[in-house]
């Protein structure tokens, strides 16, 4: 792990013990209520994560990469009524048995305390605004007002904290890996959401927070489902979209363009002789070093650009929202070429680590509505423009216009292609 991550995991530790020693010290308990409160938090809480459990083991079967964490419902509420003495031990011991029965021995000890710092900071960030709720029976507006700021206030302390960790752990790191992707940040906040009910109901009365569990549980479940259909798009070696998740997906963007200005373009891409290298390496170190052609696809594409895998060593693009068609696909084709050519894969080995370089991509492109109206019209002169690259010498682009007007139909086979195109037994 870099110094500098080390250093900074540190810091934020240490200024979460710092930070709990003086809300501590500021607001101690208060009444028996407290107690009370707190004891019926920490009860639904870890059965929360026990009742999950049949999910997680779900999760665990098909190979899903995270568990769903909905515990904010529980430490949001106890940030907003409890004081800090009280939230700060239901915070470590949540973490700590969600840890134990889900991330151990998956996920390091130094993560589950970094995680349980960060989730530390949001709740004295949040009940440092929240501390003026009313205890009575009902929340006046300026209540309303405050549990909104303390929201906010969590949801971004956590966020940037986790954020600042991954784009120091990161070579390249993308906004949309730092800060999550649009539904995961939803459904935080909507769990923020149900933990500030939660708080209301402990307020008006404490039992009434029972009724919370079950559908907790099963707003789980249904998070589960939604994994499930992500990771059915997913491609297993590299993340990108799988083939048929690519096609369906396309066709929507496709379908969105309403005027001739409003241009799309396709890309194939096929690694040269990628053969050699499960043949010279092994097939872990080419599904390595696929997975590393995926991640520079993705850093030179936008966030809205669709990249996907067609299977054995092709990729796909699909670019939206072109202003000069051809030249700037051209642009993007080229930043590709050069940014594989210059990869230099670092595979650990039981003899040392493997490095893999000297790799090339050959590319064809087409745009949209020029050279088809469809996306399989695409798609073939696309592929054509790709053979064309390949008999060139391969490690070029060629675009539509490159394409000899016999060969604009289906693409023949290359010598080696059949060998090339059964990587992964595909």
């Not at 592929?383 to 490159?402: E, F, I, P, Q």
């Amino acid at each position: 792990m870099p110094r500098h991550l080390v250093t900074s995991i540190l810091l934020v530790e240490l200024t979460t013990v710092g930070l709990i020693a003086v809300a501590v010290l500021a607001r101690p308990l208060s009444s028996g209520d407290d107690l009370m409160r707190a004891g019926l938090l920490l009860a639904l809480a870890l059965a929360h994560t026990e009742g999950a459990m049949r999910v997680e083991r779900t999760r665990r079967r098909i190979a899903l990469p995270h568990y769903i964490d909905l515990s904010s419902v529980w430490i949001f509420a106890a940030a907003l009524v409890l004081p800090p003495v009280l939230t700060v031990p239901i915070v470590i011991i949540v973490q700590f048995q969600i840890w134990l029965r889900t991330g151990r021995p998956r996920i390091p000890c130094y993560r589950n305390v970094f995680t349980t710092s960060t989730m530390v900071l949001a709740a004295l960030g949040a009940s440092l605004v929240s501390a003026n709720i009313s205890n009575g029976a009902t929340f006046a507006g300026a209540d309303i007002f405050a549990i909104v700021l303390a929201l906010l206030c969590f949801t971004t302390i956590n966020t940037a904290l986790i954020a600042g960790a991954i784009a120091m752990s990161s070579p390249q790191p993308r906004l949309s890996t730092m800060v999550g992707h649009w539904d995961d940040n939803l459904l935080e906040l909507s769990t923020l959401a149900l933990g500030a009910l939660v708080a209301t109901a402990l307020v008006i009365n404490p039992w009434l927070v029972l009724l919370v569990l079950p559908p907790l549980l099963v707003l789980h479940r249904s998070v589960l489902v939604r994994e499930l259909e992500q990771a059915a798009s997913t491609d297993s070696k590299t993340g990108l979209l799988n083939a048929a998740a690519w096609h369906r997906e396309a066709e929507r963007e496709l379908r969105k363009v309403t005027r001739k200005s409003d241009l799309r373009a396709v890309l194939v891409l096929d690694l040269d002789h990628f053969k050699m290298v499960n043949d010279t390496h092994g097939h872990v170190a080419g599904d390595h070093v696929l997975a590393a052609v995926a991640d520079a696809l993705r850093a030179e594409v936008r966030d809205q650009d669709l990249v996907g895998r067609f299977g054995g060593e092709e990729f796909v693009v699909l670019l939206a929202g072109l202003e000069h068609g051809e030249r700037d696909l051209s642009v993007v084709a080229e930043r590709i070429r050069r940014r594989v050519a210059g990869l230099r894969v670092e595979i650990p080995t039981a003899d040392g680590p493997l490095t893999v370089a000297g790799l090339s991509v050959s590319v064809g492109g087409a745009v949209h509505p020029r050279d088809g109206a469809d996306l399989r019209s695409l798609l073939q002169l696309a592929d054509a423009a790709l053979y064309t690259a390949k008999r060139a010498g391969r490690n070029v682009v060629r675009m539509s216009h490159d394409v000899p007007a016999k060969e604009h139909a289906v693409r023949p086979p290359l010598p080696g292609d059949v060998a090339e195109h059964t990587v992964d037994g595909q």
